[in-house]
C-alpha cells in the first residue's frame, strides 16, 4: 500500500495533465466546425470574435497548468518507483500533447480568417425560365456557372484580389443579362449574399 499510493497519486497527475492538453484542442476544433457550418451574420460576429478569444486565454492557462502538473507527475512518478521508460515515454507524449495546442490554434484562426475573407454566393432561380450562360465575374477571377433551371440553385466562394464589384452576365427569356450583384468588395473583406433571380433579368440580392 505504501508503494501503491504514490504511483496513484502520479497517475492522477498525469491525467490532469493530459485533460489540459486534450481540452482546447476539442474545444476548438468543434467550434471552428460549428462556425464553418453556421451562417453568419455580421452582428453575430462579435459574438464569434469573443468566443475565439476566450478560447484561446482558456487554452493558454490550461497549457500552463499541464505544464505544471506534468513537472508534479515527473517528481512523484520517479520517487513513487514509476519506471524511468514509462516515466519518459508518458512525459514525451503528453508534452506533445499539450504543445500541439499552439499549431492547432494558428491553423484553426487561419482557417477562420479565410472563411471570413470568402464572398459568398447562394443563386436561386425563383422564375419559370431558365437562367442561361451564367457567369459571375469579381475582381481577379471569374466563374462560368452555366444553365440554372426553374428553381435551381447554386453555391459560390471565391476571394477578390482588389477593390472593385461583383457582376454577372446571362441570358433569360432569349433576352441578355448583365448587371452588378455586390457594388464594392475588398480583400479581407467577405460577405455571404443570396441572390435570386426571378424573371425578365431581375434579380434581388439580399444578405444572408
Known amino acids: 500500500m505504501e508503494r501503491d499510493s504514490p504511483l496513484k497519486s502520479s497517475g492522477i497527475w498525469l491525467r490532469v495533465a493530459i485533460t489540459c492538453g486534450a481540452l482546447p484542442l476539442v474545444v476548438g ?7 464553418l457550418q453556421s451562417e453568419v451574420s455580421s452582428s453575430e460576429m462579435d459574438g464569434w470574435v469573443e468566443a475565439g478569444v476566450s ?6 492557462a490550461l497549457i500552463s497548468v499541464g505544464l505544471v502538473t506534468l513537472g508534479v507527475y515527473l517528481v512523484k512518478g520517479s520517487r513513487g518507483g514509476v519506471p ?7 512525459a514525451i507524449l503528453t508534452l506533445i500533447l499539450l504543445l500541439a495546442n499552439f499549431p492547432a490554434a494558428l491553423a484553426c484562426i487561419w482557417v477562420a480568417g479565410d472563411s471570413l475573407s470568402r464572398v459568398g454566393l447562394s443563386l436561386v432561380n425563383e422564375s419559370d425560365a431558365i437562367v442561361e450562360d451564367l457567369n459571375i465575374t469579381w475582381p481577379g477571377g471569374d466563374q462560368y456557372i452555366g444553365d440554372l433551371g426553374s428553381q435551381d440553385s447554386a453555391e459560390l466562394s471565391f ?4 477593390d472593385g464589384t461583383v457582376g454577372f452576365t446571362a441570358r433569360q427569356g432569349g433576352a441578355p443579362c448583365e448587371g452588378n450583384l455586390i457594388g464594392y468588395v475588398t480583400t479581407n473583406m467577405g460577405e455571404t449574399m443570396r441572390v435570386v433571380f426571378s424573371g425578365d433579368c431581375e434579380v434581388r440580392v439580399t444578405e444572408r
Open 159 to 162: 476571394h477578390v484580389s482588389s
Open 55 to 60: 478560447i484561446l486565454m482558456g487554452g493558454v
Open 29 to 35: 476544433v468543434v467550434t471552428l466546425i460549428i462556425f
Open 84 to 90: 524511468k521508460r514509462d516515466l519518459a515515454q508518458n
